[in-house]
C-alpha cells in the first residue's frame, strides 16, 4: 500500500531542524522579546455588552435603553432597619444616601430619604398659594422634606400607604424592615462607583448586615473569580503537569521543552490579540488550559520516542523528529479546526475563543520548532559511551519487564476489540445516536447566580434580596410615549401594568407558579399623586414635571424629557420604561416561558415597544450559547473530519475517528444530565473543544496503522500493533492533563468547574475509545475484507 501523507517521513526537514538547532532556539528566545511586550497591552473586557456581537438585536435594544435614560447601571445597598419608617430610620437614611450620592461615578440614589423628599410634592406642608413653586422648583429643600416625612411615614394616610407601597420591593421591603439606596452609575466610572459604594457597605454596622447588590457587582465578583482560575491554572497546570511528566519520563529535556512551548504559545497568541484587537472575556482565562493540552499531548509522543531510543546522538534525534513532526502538525491543525468552528458563534467571548485557541494551536507548531531538536539534544540523565550499553542495562533493570507487561496487556486488550469489531462498531453507533438525543434535551442554567456556589457571599446577598425585596431579577420594558402625557395615555400604560403582573408560568418540574414580582413606571407614580386635591386637577404632565424635580435621577430614568422650548414636529418621539422584577432563581426554560408572554403582552400594546434589562440579556446569552454549542460541534466534526481525510487520503479512517471522538463528548454530557445537572456557561463551548483535544491520539494511532499498512501488514495486525505502540503516550499524556484539569474542579466559578470536570472526563474517555474502540472501527470500515479467522491475532 502507497504511505500516505500523514504517515511519510520528512527527514530532510529534521536533519535541518537538528543541524540548526540552536540558531532556531535563538531565534524564538529573540522573538519573544517583542511578543512579550506586545502582549502586556491586552486587557479584559468585563461589561455585559462584551458578550454579544455588535449587531446582536438583543444587544442593540440593550443600548437604546442605556442611551435613552442615561445608562441602566444600578446596584443597591441593602441593610436592616426595623425602625426604617420612623424619623431616626429617615435621618440614618438621609446620612448614608448623601455619601452615596457624593461618591464618584454615581449618577443618583433613590432611598427613603430620597421618597421622604419626593412626598413633598404630593402633600405639600404649606399654603396651597405655594402649591405652584413646588411644582416648578427644580430642587427640593431637605429641611422641609424632614418636616414633611412624618405624612409620608403616616400608617392611616391612604395617599402615603400608596406611595410606600409603590417602592416596595426597590427602596424598601413589602414588611418595611429592610431598606435599600438604589445607586444609578455612571457607565464610564462603575467601577471606581462600585468600589465607594462597597467601602461604604463596610462602613455601615455590622448588626445591619450591609450587602451590595446588583449586575456590575455580580459581573466583576465573576471575573475576579475567573483571573483568580486563570492563575491558579497558569501556576497549578504547568506545576503539576511538569511534575507528572517528569515521574513518568524521568526526563527533564521534555519538561523544559513542554514548559518553554507552553510559554511561548501563550505570549505569542496574547500579543496576536493584541494586534487583532481583542479581550480577555468571560471564557479567555482557561487560554493556557488549552495551551497545556495541546502541548503535553504533543511532547509527550516525543518524550516516548526519544526515552525508547536512550541516547542523544544527532542521527536518532533526526529520526525521532521526521518520525513524529507531520502526526503532530497534523494534530495541532486539526485542534485549530476544532476551535475554529466557534467563530461562527453569536456571543462574542465565544467566537473570540475560537480565534483564540486556533491562534494557539499554531503558535505551538512554531513553537516546537524552534525549542524541540534544541532540548531534546540536552545529555539526559544517564549517559552511555553507546547505544548498545544503555539498552543492555535498561534490560536488565526491572523497566524493560515493566514495559513488557503492560505491552503484553495493551495488545490483548486491542485484539478483543478488534475480534468483536463489528459489534463494538455498532453499539457504539447506538451509543452515540441514543446519548446526542439526551444530551440534547439537557436544561440550560440561565440564573448567572447559579454560577456561584451556594455558600459564596454573593450568592447569599442575592438570596436575601430574593426573600426579603421580591426579587433579583432585573429586566425592563420600553414603550413609545406621546409628546405630551395624557390621562388617557397614563391609563393604557396602567393597565398595561395590571396585564404584566396577571402573567404567570408554571413549572412543569414541580408545578410552582411563577410571575412578576414587581412592575413599576412613573405612570403609577402619576396615579397615587393623583391621588391629592391639590394635584388631581392639574395634568399628568405637570405632575410629572414635579416629580423629576424631587426625584430627577429616578424621574429620568423612566421617561424622557424635553428641555424647555424644544419642539419636534414628530407626535411620538418620547419613550417610558417600565422596571420589571422577577425571581433570579427560576428554571431556564420557565424564565424563557416569562418571558416570552410579557414580549407578547407588550407588543399587542404597542408593536414598536421592546423587552430587555439584565436578565432578559442574560437568559438569551446562554439560550445563544446552547445553541451555537450543536453548531459549533457539527461544524468541528466536518472541518476535522476533513483535515483526516485530507492526511490519511481516506474517508473511512475519517469517519471512524469522528465517531470515537464524539462519543467520548455525548456520553460525558449526557452523565452529567443522569447526575443532576444542567448545561451552563462552562459546557456551553464542551462539545467543539473536546473534539479539538482528544483528536491527537486519532492522528497518532492512524499515522502508525497506515505506516504498518504500508508496509504489508495485514489490517487487524496493523491496528493491533499501532495502538499499543501508541498507548504508553496517550495515556501518560491523559494522565498528566487529566491532574492538571483537575485544578479548575474546586474553583468557586461553577462554569470553570465544569469545564474542568467535563474536560478531564472527557479526555480520560477519548483515551480509552482511541485505544480500542477506533482500531476496532478502523477495521470494521475496511472496504476490503479477510478473513480474520484463518489467521491468528498476535498475543
Not at 29 to 47: E, K, V
Not at 441 to 448: A, D, G, N, Y
Not at 711 to 717: A, I, K, T, W, Y
Amino acid at each position: 500500500m502507497k504511505s500516505t501523507l500523514i504517515a511519510s517521513p520528512r527527514h530532510g526537514l529534521a536533519h535541518f531542524l537538528v543541524a540548526w538547532r540552536w540558531w532556531l532556539f535563538g531565534i524564538g528566545c529573540l522573538l519573544a522579546i517583542p511578543l512579550t511586550i506586545q502582549q502586556r497591552d491586552l486587557g479584559m473586557d468585563r461589561s455585559l455588552a462584551s458578550m454579544f456581537a455588535s449587531d446582536d438585536p438583543t444587544l442593540l435594544q440593550y443600548q437604546h435603553l442605556q442611551r435613552t435614560f442615561g445608562g441602566n447601571l444600578v446596584v443597591m445597598l441593602v441593610y436592616d432597619d426595623p425602625d426604617l419608617m420612623t424619623a431616626e430610620g429617615v435621618r440614618r437614611s438621609q446620612a448614608w444616601t448623601a455619601q452615596a450620592e457624593s461618591l464618584p461615578g454615581v449618577r443618583g440614589v433613590l432611598s427613603i430619604a430620597k421618597l421622604v423628599e419626593a412626598f413633598h410634592y404630593i402633600q405639600p406642608p404649606m399654603s396651597l398659594s405655594d402649591a405652584a413653586s413646588f411644582l416648578t422648583s427644580e430642587s427640593s429643600d431637605s429641611k422641609a422634606g424632614a418636616t414633611s416625612g412624618s405624612k409620608m411615614l403616616s400608617q392611616d394616610d391612604p395617599i402615603a400607604l400608596a406611595f410606600r407601597g409603590m417602592f416596595a420591593g426597590y427602596t424598601h421591603s413589602p414588611d418595611e424592615e429592610t431598606a435599600a439606596i438604589v445607586a444609578m452609575l455612571d457607565t464610564d466610572q462603575s467601577q471606581a462607583a462600585v468600589e465607594g459604594l462597597l467601602a461604604l457597605a463596610e462602613q455601615l454596622p455590622q448588626e445591619r448586615r450591609p450587602v451590595l447588590v446588583g449586575e456590575p457587582v455580580l459581573l466583576d465578583d465573576a471575573f475576579d473569580l475567573i483571573e483568580q482560575d486563570g492563575n491558579r491554572l497558569a501556576m497549578g497546570t504547568i506545576g503539576l503537569l511538569s511534575l507528572v511528566m517528569l515521574l513518568t519520563l524521568r526526563d527533564y529535556r521534555v519538561v523544559l521543552l513542554a514548559i518553554l512551548t507552553i510559554a511561548w504559545s501563550t505570549v505569542a497568541t496574547r500579543a496576536s490579540m493584541v494586534v487583532l484587537g481583542m479581550e480577555m472575556s468571560l471564557v479567555s482565562t482557561i487560554l493556557i488550559a488549552i495551551i497545556a493540552v495541546i502541548t503535553v499531548a504533543s511532547v509527550m509522543h516525543v518524550g516516548i520516542r526519544m526515552k525508547d531510543r536512550v541516547t542523544t546522538a544527532s542521527q536518532n534525534h533526526s529520526a525521532a523528529i521526521a518520525f513524529l513532526a507531520v502526526p503532530i502538525v497534523w494534530t495541532c491543525l486539526t485542534d485549530a479546526a476544532g476551535f475554529a468552528s466557534l467563530l461562527q458563534s453569536d456571543v462574542q467571548p465565544v467566537k473570540q475563543f475560537g480565534a483564540m485557541t486556533g491562534i494557539a494551536a499554531i503558535s505551538i507548531v512554531l513553537s516546537l520548532l524552534w525549542f524541540t531538536a534544541a532540548m531534546m539534544s540536552l545529555p539526559g540523565w544517564r549517559r552511555f559511551s553507546s547505544d548498545e550499553s544503555a539498552l543492555r542495562q535498561l534490560e536488565g533493570s526491572g523497566e524493560a519487564s515493566l514495559d513488557g507487561r503492560f505491552h503484553q496487556s495493551m495488545m490483548w486488550l486491542v485484539c478483543k476489540s478488534l475480534h468483536h469489531r463489528r459489534g463494538l462498531t455498532g453499539l457504539a453507533v447506538l451509543g452515540l445516536i441514543v446519548s446526542t438525543v439526551l444530551a440534547a434535551r439537557l436544561p440550560t442554567e440561565t440564573s448567572f447566580l447559579k454560577n456561584f456556589r451556594d455558600d459564596s457571599p454573593i450568592v447569599q446577598a442575592y438570596e436575601r434580596v430574593e426573600r426579603e425585596l421580591g426579587g433579583a431579577g432585573v429586566w425592563d420594558v420600553v414603550l413609545p410615549a406621546p409628546e405630551v402625557i395624557t390621562p388617557e395615555y397614563a391609563e393604557r400604560v396602567r393597565k398595561l401594568e395590571t396585564q404584566l403582573r396577571q402573567v404567570q408560568v408554571v413549572s412543569a418540574d414541580d408545578g410552582e407558579t411563577y410571575c412578576l414580582t414587581k412592575v413599576l413606571s412613573l405612570a403609577d407614580a402619576d396615579g397615587v399623586a393623583a391621588m391629592s386635591p391639590l394635584l388631581a386637577i392639574v395634568t399628568p404632565e405637570i405632575r410629572l414635571a414635579g416629580m423629576r424635580a424631587a426625584i430627577p435621577t429616578f424621574a429620568e430614568a423612566l421617561l424622557t424629557f424635553k428641555s424647555s422650548g424644544e419642539l419636534s414636529s414628530d407626535p411620538i418621539d418620547r419613550e417610558l420604561r417600565i422596571m420589571l422584577r422577577s425571581k433570579e432563581h427560576m428554571p431556564g426554560d420557565v424564565k424563557q416561558d416569562l418571558i416570552a408572554k410579557v414580549t407578547q403582552v407588550v407588543h399587542e400594546f404597542d408593536e414598536d415597544a421592546s423587552v430587555t434589562g439584565y436578565s432578559v440579556m442574560m437568559s438569551r446569552l446562554v439560550d445563544s450559547l446552547m445553541r451555537d454549542q450543536w453548531q459549533a460541534l457539527i461544524i468541528s466534526l466536518l472541518l476535522v473530519g476533513a483535515l483526516i481525510a485530507i492526511a490519511t487520503r481516506s474517508v473511512r479512517y475519517a469517519l471512524a475517528a469522528l465517531l470515537t471522538n464524539s462519543l467520548p463528548v455525548m456520553f460525558v454530557l449526557t452523565a452529567m444530565g443522569w447526575l443532576g445537572g444542567g448545561l451552563n456557561l462552562g459546557s456551553a463551548m464542551i462539545g467543539a473543544v473536546s473534539i479539538g483535544l482528544s483528536i491527537d491520539g486519532s492522528i497518532h494511532f492512524l499515522a502508525g496503522y497506515q505506516r504498518r499498512l504500508s508496509h504489508g501488514m495485514r489490517p487487524d495486525l496493523a491496528a493491533a500493533h499501532a495502538a499499543t505502540d501508541v498507548a504508553t503516550p496517550i495515556l501518560l499524556a491523559t494522565l498528566a492533563l487529566v491532574v492538571g484539569f483537575a485544578i479548575l474542579i474546586s474553583s468557586p466559578f461553577i462554569p470553570t468547574a465544569t469545564f474542568g470536570t467535563l474536560i478531564a472526563a472527557t479526555l480520560a474517555a477519548s483515551a480509552i475509545i482511541n485505544l480500542t474502540l477506533l482500531p476496532a472501527a478502523v477495521v470494521a470500515f475496511e472496504s476490503r475484507l479477510f478473513d480474520s479467522s484463518n489467521e491468528s491475532f498476535p498475543t
